[in-house]
């Protein structure tokens, strides 16, 4: 069953990627006291993913910010040196944090993975965001297959 608003964000151990190579991180040391914007891409450097979906939360860093969260998350079911590289690629720097969720145990605790493996892609997260209070969910917006509307950072903006 996937996590609806009103939840809490579930305990898991995930990958994070920093400047210094993989660090594991929990969920509880993300969320808790914190407000977070998270969301959730199929693909570090895939074409939806590498084209809007991280660069828009990039851009819209500092504005998100402005509107009182404190850490902006990139998660994506791939490991840590792919999702450094992507940042790296992307010029992420500090505004958005990268997590690797290789085995994608964080995403099936959400309830949002799909199985993409008929199109060689295994296990994927659905693309997703959501805002969460001190580690509970106060948003939640996933995309419908296929389509990039209400995950993208412009629309996380306008519900903060």
Do not use: N
């Given at each position: 069953m996937a996590?609806?608003?009103?939840?809490?964000?579930?305990?898991?151990?995930?990958?994070?990627a920093t400047a210094?190579?993989?660090?594991?991180?929990?969920?509880?040391?993300?969320?808790?006291?914190?407000?977070?914007?998270?969301f959730g891409v199929p693909g570090a450097f895939t074409p939806t993913c590498?084209?809007?979906?991280?660069?828009?939360?990039v851009q819209q860093a500092d504005a998100i910010r402005a509107k009182g969260v404190d850490t902006i998350v990139c998660m994506a079911v791939n490991d840590a040196f792919v999702m450094g590289?992507?940042?790296?690629?992307?010029?992420?720097?500090d505004k958005v944090t990268m997590l690797a969720d290789g085995s994608a145990a964080f995403t099936k605790a959400l309830g949002?993975?799909?199985?993409?493996t008929p199109r060689g892609l295994g296990v994927r997260c659905q693309r997703?965001?959501?805002?969460?209070?001190?580690?509970?969910?106060?948003?939640l917006a996933v995309?419908?297959?296929?389509?990039?509307?209400?995950?993208?950072?412009?629309?996380?903006?306008?519900k903060l």
């Open positions: 996590i609806k608003v009103g939840d809490t964000i579930p305990s898991v151990k995930v990958m994070q210094e190579g993989p660090r594991e991180v929990s969920t509880d040391e993300i969320f808790k006291g914190r407000t977070v914007v998270l590498s084209a809007k979906h991280l660069p828009g939360f590289a992507w940042a790296k690629d992307q010029g992420v720097g949002l993975e799909m199985d993409l997703f965001a959501l805002v969460a209070k001190d580690g509970k969910v106060t948003h995309e419908a297959p296929g389509a990039f509307e209400v995950s993208k950072a412009e629309a996380i903006l306008e």
